[in-house]
């Protein structure tokens, strides 16, 4: 797989930049937009995503499927692809954070915004958000007032933005080739499972209704793809499709 790198010194957000390139069905498959600095860099669920200027790897990839993607094996490929490369860098400790955060001692390490967009040209195009905390050292207030932030440097991993693109773009053609795979859906589900650390410990699961929202505490049995997750409670096992699931978290 050959990424096609257009390399901005400022961008509102990558992701809508590449999004911009596939409505106006000029997007190539494999074409990576990462952006120095970031003036409206989004998160998942309307949150803004910090880009400090250098600091931070801030890319989307462009990925075009014939069909429609299985959504969450995608969302579960790209925290993994962004796993891999951090472990990879030697970041042994980090984890997955559901659905797809990358967490280290110090905290938040990275997020992932994935897209998917009716593309002109027939089928569907991913757009793949990574951003990567790399060289900060400290983050503003209202950053870490909902949640702890970290960085590579932070987390003791001396190391450039264009280190970690690299060692990143290598990591999401393998995981998403894997998650366009359904025969390696189940690899996919067990790997995302592992990184979590939550198989066979105590967790919460909140799931989405229709007025709100309900939740069930126990201990994490198994979690795939189509089965979805099942939690041993103290009422008995409870079995929730991924798309339902809101949060899982220790409980
Ligand atoms: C999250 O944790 O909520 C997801 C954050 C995703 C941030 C990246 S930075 C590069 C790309 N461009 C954006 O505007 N967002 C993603």
Redesign the pocket.
């Known amino acids: 797989m050959s990424f096609a790198l257009h390399h901005h010194d400022v961008l509102d957000?990558?992701?809508?930049e590449a999004a911009r390139r596939v409505r106006a069905g000029a997007a190539a498959h494999g074409e990576v937009h990462v952006a120095r600095e970031?003036t409206e860099?989004?998160?998942?669920?309307g949150?803004p995503?910090h880009?400090a200027a250098g600091a931070g790897l801030?890319?989307?990839v462009v990925w075009r499927c014939a069909s429609r993607p299985d959504g969450a094996a995608a969302t579960m490929a790209a925290g993994l692809a962004v796993l891999d490369a951090v472990r990879a860098l030697g970041l042994e400790g980090a984890r997955l954070d559901w659905p797809n955060?990358v967490e280290a001692t110090g905290g938040k390490l990275a997020?992932?915004?994935i897209e998917a967009l009716a593309d002109p040209r027939g089928g569907t195009a991913l757009v793949v958000?990574?951003?990567v905390n790399v060289a900060q050292r400290d983050f503003p207030e209202e950053l870490t007032r909902e949640r702890a932030v970290t960085s590579l440097a932070l987390e003791g991993v001396a190391v450039t933005v264009d280190a970690v693109r690299e060692r990143l773009l290598v990591a999401v053609a393998t995981r998403l080739e894997q998650a366009l795979d359904g025969n390696r859906h189940e690899r996919l589900a067990h790997d995302f499972l592992v990184a979590t650390e939550l198989l066979g410990g105590t967790v919460l699961v909140r799931v989405a209704e229709r007025d709100g929202e309900t939740t069930h505490r126990g201990t994490l049995v198994s979690l795939a793809l189509d089965g979805g997750i099942e939690v041993a409670t103290d009422r008995g096992p409870r079995h929730v499709a991924l798309e339902h699931v809101r949060a899982l978290e220790r409980g």
Request: proline share 0%; charged share 15%; no cysteine.
């Open positions: 957000s990558t992701s809508s970031q860099g989004r998160g998942r669920l949150r995503w880009g801030y890319l989307s955060d997020g992932v915004l958000g990574i951003g």
